[in-house]
């Protein structure tokens, strides 16, 4: 059976996540708040992020960057862009 939560990105319920993304209270909060939806949409930003800004999860700055990120993507908020990037219709 699916859990459903009001997801905070689209504002509505929908499904939400099987576990918790992350480990201790950011994952749980994730785990409460986001929808299976959102969180596979930021894993596509995600991915066009790292590849298009050449960044290394080795590197501390740049996890707090894409944590940052996702919480400005999650909530709606003005977040990066690969640059360039043109989505598809």
């Given amino acids: 059976m699916s859990r459903t939560v009001f997801c ?5 319920d929908l499904p ?3 576990a ?3 480990p201790g ?3 749980q909060e ?3 708040t986001v929808s ?3 969180w596979g949409e930021w894993q596509s930003h995600q991915t066009m992020l790292i590849n298009e800004k050449q960044l290394s999860m080795a ?3 740049h996890r707090k960057y894409l944590q940052d ?3 400005k993507f999650l909530s709606n908020a003005d977040f990066d862009r690969a640059e360039g990037y043109v989505p598809s219709e």
């Fill in 59 to 61: 590197n501390a700055e």
């Fill in 30 to 32: 994730l785990f409460m």
């Fill in 36 to 38: 299976q939806k959102a």
């Fill in 8 to 12: 905070r990105k689209f504002q509505q």
């Fill in 20 to 22: 918790p993304p992350y």
């Fill in 25 to 27: 209270e950011k994952g």
């Fill in 16 to 18: 939400g996540l099987m």
């Fill in 69 to 71: 990120q996702m919480d």
